[in-house]
């Protein structure tokens, strides 16, 4: 029987510590300068006077911009509103372009914007097969080979997985769904500007601005050369036919800064070690706890550190860390009193009662050592403090 | 508008109580079955007054706090009160509570009356009994 010490109330001065960086990143500074700029630019790009043209040249130059990063050509750009927007249009608009006909491969661990999208198509006829994932998080390119039929359009696959950091062996299950005569679509919200995406050969790429330092509400599907896609959204013919709508150039000169400052830290081989390096101290400083489960394993991104805690509750875990302006996120919630576990965890083929203890730390761009160190020490106190307050009768016996 | 009241983040952040009473005169444990929230009291009680109280708590933020706000109701007060916290008094009680925290209120409630009705029955809760959250 014990009162443990009060945990130092919540100080609203304290520094914010940002570890969900996988859920969205701070505006980089290009980013937001490039936003002011495009707020000034009020022409309409298609329009033809020296306003509208203004406007239309810097459309032009944030899209070979945003082309640098994502790879492939600037016409193969096509702005949307965000990622779930960008992988909307590559699965509807390439299903509907072929009548809603055909085959859909893809996996479970996939972002609700895929999953629930397929759920879309096969309410439309689209037959669709979802894969089971290998109890790493990875996709076994196998079950892929297995899952192609003749009539397969489309094998959409993530980069890698939002939640666990898991890395998709997406070149290879590329090729062989290109050696089969479907088509691919990569969904790279995750990585663009965290791992090249350039080089993907994949015919259809989503990416969302505000995952590498951008605004929010916009983001790009690239489209290879000659592929036809049916546009979501019918208007004026903007973005070559592929999405109507006039531009959103605050957000999209905004996406194109923070897109040159992601290809310069992708070419900087220190910050790649320096990332791995926390992902090191951060699993080293939590190993001084029982019972810790790191819910993935190689090839995973650096930034992304998923850990079960046993016997704490997640959700409860991150309003503690919350509290101490620590901020994570954890893969599964309870929302009036009903439980939600992750969807990717559960099909990972991890219990229900891990799902539940799963904590998600995500680094970025302004993540520091000591910023590591403070997680892991609120993160050690919390967990101590939650199991030891968590009620096990069989421990004490009756009295 | 901040998810949690004043009084719960005090209690979350500042927990009074927490432990478990060996010697206890009475154990009542409760759990909301479907989301797995837990509340466990243990109390000694002297000429029907709770002259000690500790708790043990599993489940969200809320229930935990709930849990210590408890202890701190109880303690020095007959057992009677805690017969009579109703979920309604446990939601004041805690500053009001959101929506998709109401289910605690109802766990605080069912916790509380438990121990009293055990105290009087003369029995203890080995296993944790299901409120009707």
Known sequence: ?399 | MPRFSPTIVDHFTNPRNSGRLDDADVRAFVGNPVCGDQILLTASVVDDTVADIRFQAFGCSASLAVASLLTTVLHGAPIDRAASLEPAEVEELAGGLAPDQRHVAALGSAVARRLAENFRQGVNDDDATTCAA
């Open chain 1, 1 to 399: 029987m014990t009162t443990r010490p009060p945990v130092p109330p919540e100080d609203p001065g304290a520094a914010l510590v940002y570890l969900d960086h996988a859920a969205t990143t701070p505006l980089c500074g290009p980013a937001e300068a490039a936003i002011q700029r495009g707020l000034g630019l009020y022409g309409n790009p298609s329009s033809r006077h020296g306003a509208g043209l203004a406007a239309h040249d810097a459309l032009a130059e944030a899209r070979e911009q945003v082309a640098v990063l994502l790879g492939g050509t600037p016409a193969e750009v096509v702005f949307t509103g965000g990622g779930s927007e960008a992988i909307n249009l590559a699965l509807q608009g390439t299903f509907a372009e072929r009548g809603w006909r055909g085959h859909l491969v893809t996996t479970a661990i996939e972002h609700s914007a895929v999953l629930e999208c397929a759920a879309a198509l096969n309410r439309r006829g689209v037959a669709v097969t979802v894969l089971a994932p290998e109890p790493s998080g990875h996709v076994d390119p196998a079950r892929v080979a297995a899952a192609l039929r003749p009539d397969t359009v489309l094998v959409s696959v993530m980069h890698a997985n939002n939640e666990t950091g898991a890395i998709q062996p997406v070149a290879e299950i590329t090729d062989l769904a290109h050696a089969a005569g479907a088509l691919v679509h990569v969904d790279a919200v995750q990585t663009a500007g965290k791992l090249p995406v350039d080089e993907l050969a994949a015919d259809l790429l989503s990416v969302s601005a505000h995952k590498f330092g951008g605004p929010k509400g916009v983001g790009a599907l690239r489209v290879a050369d000659g592929l036809v896609i049916e546009s979501l959204i019918h208007g004026g013919g903007q973005e070559s036919g592929r999405r109507a709508g006039t531009e959103n150039l605050p957000g999209v000169l905004g996406m194109a800064g923070a897109a040159a400052v992601a290809v310069d830290a992708l070419r900087n081989d220190l910050a790649r070690a320096a990332r791995r390096r926390l992902r090191k101290r951060l699993i080293d400083g939590l190993g001084v706890l029982d019972d810790i489960l790191l819910t993935t394993t190689d090839p995973v991104m650096p930034e992304t550190v998923s850990v079960s805690f046993g016997g704490v509750r997640a959700d409860t875990l991150a309003d503690v860390l919350d509290m101490r302006g620590i901020c994570v996120s954890t893969g599964s919630a309870c929302h009036a009193g009903q439980d939600s576990p992750s969807h990717v965890l559960t099909a990972m083929g991890i219990s229900l009662e891990q799902a539940k203890a799963t904590v998600r730390f995500s680094f970025g761009h302004g993540t520091t050592a000591d910023h590591v160190d403070l997680a892991v020490e609120a993160t050690v106190a919390a967990v101590e403090q939650l199991r030891d307050v968590r009620p096990f009768m069989a421990a004490s016996g009756g009295n």
